[in-house]
């Protein structure tokens, strides 16, 4: 794992036409005067407690990860260690992991999806990876196999760990260790089931969730069918990200310890079974996977919606975007949208409402987005406020209400502070917890769960609203391995 350096990134699709998205290797925490005081008494009396009794369970670690290789030539390393080493060591290690991790503040794991068995899907790619949390989704994949550098065997604890877990060492001094990578990745993942999964974050490198990173083609050498993994960390404030321009790694660490709870998702997709083409050209694969996570990834379906900033397109660059062919349904979905004097429609207000539409984010999530794309700088200092225009748009985009009541209905809220622009949090106290709008966005928001891939029959056809759009677009685009 290392931290990201601005030298390692590209446009989801440089083909496509949108502007690039935000640098996805710069980030930064904007703290009200409210959350200063909070983390600093947080961060005086909570994190000190956490952290220390954090690193006591790492270091009781050590002696389950020495236990299961103590004793064993290398011979034996080659191949999947068993029996009682594996019963008792693999379920010590995967215990105090998790109770590591609760010690750090993430209580809960929420998991989506279905893990596939190591025969369906020898190999894992996991995205985005924006922190040294991400290995905490190690956790629901039950300790799959890693591939990491060498240089961190001399590092204590850590060093015994990667030999408990049989990691595949790459050096970046030799160059005849990547190749030597390849070909065990390779064995391993064409062994029938007889090793775990390979776990890779293709990325290679943390950035700040904004855009995925192009994929390195490790993970698809082998050709064989991998599971994508998306991590996401819908906390109202993002204090785990850890890109190459922001809090260095003890104010992460300090901060996310001083958070009373962080909650992680991990989204098992559908298995990614690559055609011949892709299994030729490891390339191809890699970005076309990318592209099949960049889709649903947290941040990215907005990737060619800059936030705060307008970015006008016309039905011929919306059908494209949408990959909807039919003339009708274009015309249709399209006209759910506000056009201005040129008949363009913004291209965040269809980020919003396919966001919507998709359901895999959760409430908070989507309010957070909501607030990305279409909030201001504050022109009197320093962090971004959601003025009246974006305010209308979000409720008319998320619940149909006419923009006039929305204008009212902020001016109103804006009463209460001293400037006519509403801060992250007020805007999520009202989106969640208001006595009308809280049961409005929590309900209107969140129909009852439909597996992916079969068709959602919307109840509601206010103008504008995402169960119009369903209307509309008649049907989003089939992901490959749906």
């Known amino acids: 794992m290392s931290r ?55 270091f009781l670690l050590w002696p389950f990860a020495w236990l299961q290789v103590a004793g064993l030539t290398e011979e034996q390393l080659q191949e999947p260690i068993t029996g009682w080493r594996k019963t008792v060591c693999h379920n010590g290690v995967l215990g105090l992991s998790r109770l590591l991790f609760f010690l750090l503040g993430f209580l809960r794991i929420r998991v989506r999806g279905q893990r596939a068995s190591r025969l369906q899907a ?13 290995p905490i989704v190690l956790l629901p994949c039950d300790l799959p196999k890693v591939v990491s550098r060498a240089e961190n065997l001399s590092v204590p604890v850590i060093g015994a760990l990667l030999r408990f877990n049989q990691a595949i060492l790459v050096s970046r001094h030799d160059p005849a260790s990547r190749r030597r990578v390849v070909e065990e990745v390779r064995r391993r993942a064409t ?9 890779f974050f293709p990325e290679g490198t943390c950035s700040n969730k904004k855009a995925l990173l192009k994929f390195k083609p490790g993970a698809f050498i082998a050709g064989v069918p991998v599971q994508p993994v998306l991590i996401r960390y819908p906390n109202s404030l993002d204090t785990t990200s850890w890109a ?44 076309n996977v990318q592209r099949v996570m960049a889709q649903l990834s947290p941040g990215c379906v907005d990737a060619g919606a800059e936030p705060g900033r307008s970015r006008m397109i016309s039905q011929e660059e919306f059908a494209r975007q949408l990959q909807l062919s039919d003339p009708q349904t274009v015309a249709g979905a399209f006209s759910y949208f506000q056009q201005d004097a040129k ?17 895999g984010r959760s409430l908070e999530e989507l309010i957070r987005l909501a607030f990305e794309l279409f909030a201001k700088e504050h022109t009197e200092g320093p962090g971004r406020l959601l003025y009246e225009d974006g305010f209308s748009t979000i409720l008319h985009l998320l619940l149909g209400s006419p923009r006039p009541a929305a204008t009212t209905l902020h001016a109103d809220l804006c009463q209460a502070g001293p400037s006519q622009g509403l801060s992250l949090c007020q805007f999520q106290n009202f989106s969640l917890h208001d006595p009308l709008y809280g049961k409005l966005f929590s309900t209107y928001l969140r129909p009852p769960h439909t597996p992916r891939g079969t068709s959602q029959t919307p109840n509601a056809s206010s103008r504008g609203s995402p169960t119009a759009l369903a209307n509309g677009t008649g049907q989003v685009p089939k992901q490959k391995g749906d």
């Open 4 to 58: 990201g350096s601005p030298g390692g990134w590209a446009p989801l699709d440089p083909t496509s036409g949108p502007p690039a998205p935000p640098n996805p290797f710069v980030h930064e925490l904007h703290l009200s005067r409210l959350q200063r005081v909070k983390f600093c008494l947080l961060g005086a009396l909570l994190a000190p407690i956490r952290v220390l009794l954090a690193f006591i369970v790492l």
């Open 122 to 134: 020898p190999v894992l790619v996991a995205a985005p990876h924006s922190t040294f949390f991400d």
């Open 191 to 199: 062994s029938g089931g007889k090793w775990p999964q390979v776990l």
């Open 244 to 287: 190459w321009r922001g809090p260095g790694v003890l104010k992460v660490l300090w901060l996310t310890a001083s958070q009373p709870c962080s909650i992680v998702d991990v989204e098992f997709l559908p298995v990614y079974q690559p055609s011949p083409e892709e299994s030729r050209d490891p390339t191809l694969y890699a970005n």
């Open 343 to 359: 008949g363009l429609v913004d291209f965040r207000d269809v980020a919003l409402a396919l966001a919507a539409l998709d359901g």
